[in-house]
Nanobody, 122 residues
Framework: VQLQASGGGLVQAGDSLRLSCAAS????????MGWLRQAPGKEREFVAG????????NYGTSVKGRFTISRDNVKKTVYLQMNSLKAEDTAVYYC????????????????WGQGTLVTVSS
């Protein structure tokens, strides 16, 4: 499956932003989906995961309560709604697809999108 992330940009602290990740090829509804991010000089971090039908979600500690992951299996798209953005949310955000259970275990992931840059100014 091929993944194409979009929606990144430059925002101010406190703003909201929604990322999208469109899938093509493969069977999107067969994969758990996730969002991960990597800030400059830091290791890649799990942000959020969602089960194949969207009934279960999991979030990294730093984004819990501010970010929401969702998916539309008809549109073959996964979303990340990011609210109350902080400067420390600045990173390249990647969407990923994986086998069942990855939404909870936060990985490993089988397919990756190219990443979209989110910059939050303070």
């Amino acid at each position: 499956v091929q993944l194409q992330a979009s929606g990144g940009g430059l925002v101010q602290a406190g703003d909201s932003l929604r990322l999208s990740c469109a899938a093509s090829g493969g069977t999107f509804s067969s994969y758990d989906m996730g969002w991960l991010r990597q800030a400059p000089g830091k290791e890649r971090e799990f942000v959020a995961g969602i089960s194949v039908r969207g009934g279960s979600t999991n979030y990294g500690t730093s984004v819990k309560g501010r970010f929401t992951i969702s998916r539309d299996n008809v549109k073959k798209t996964v979303y990340l709604q990011m609210n109350s953005l902080k400067a420390e949310d600045t990173a390249v955000y990647y969407c990923a697809a994986g086998a069942l259970g990855r939404w909870y275990s936060s990985g490993p992931w089988d397919y990756w999108g190219q990443g979209t840059l989110v910059t939050v100014s303070s």
